[in-house]
């Protein structure tokens, strides 16, 4: 005979917490915050949700100089280490956090921007159609003559 056994109530409102956080919890919550990343030494690109209040709250592709303009150290910029649901630029020297969409430090009344940024664009060249100059065949004649008369000495020839 087996005899059912009723699980713990705490156990069945655990689960149901849970069952709950996985249905509710947004998806980006989940997520790097952001695609597209890119990070150079020279700039960093993403796209991103606005999370400083600058512009909507949807994504947006921006370009910045990989430069912290608080500690004014190059190259420290880094995609959402603290990971956010929006994404943003964290410098590693100094933890400053900017909008990963709009380049504001994410600190209320601060006057720190990160500095937008354009790749230089990629210019192809035309291809030009150039002819070579072939010489005609010289005159076995006209030849000897041009060569005899590269001599200084010409009293051989009489």
């Not at 996985?22 to 990070?39: C, D, K, R, W």
């Not at 400053?96 to 601060?110: L, M, N, R, V, W």
């Not at 790749?119 to 005159?139: F, G, L, S």
């Given at each position: ?16 917490f ?10 980006s ?6 695609y ?20 909507g ?35 590693t ?23 937008h940024?354009?790749?230089?664009k ?19 004649k ?17």
């Amino acid at each position: 005979m087996l005899e059912e056994i009723e699980p713990h109530p705490k156990f069945k409102h655990a689960l149901l917490f849970v069952a709950c956080l996985i249905t509710f919890l947004p998806a980006s919550a989940a997520a790097t915050g952001g695609y597209n990343v890119q990070v150079t030494d020279d700039y960093v690109k993403a796209t991103a949700k606005c999370s400083c209040g600058q512009s909507g709250y949807y994504y947006h592709t921006a370009s910045f100089k990989n430069y912290c303009p608080q500690c004014h150290s190059h190259g420290s910029l880094k995609f959402n280490p603290k990971g956010t649901a929006e994404g943003e630029w964290t410098c590693t020297h100094c933890d400053a956090d900017y909008c990963a969409a709009e380049g504001k430090e994410k600190i209320s009344g601060t006057k720190y921007y990160l500095t937008h940024y354009t790749p230089p664009k990629i210019v192809h060249a035309k291809t030009v159609e150039t002819k070579v100059q072939t010489p005609e065949p010289e005159d076995p004649k006209t030849k000897i003559i041009r060569s005899l008369s590269l001599y200084k000495d010409r009293s051989f020839l009489g």
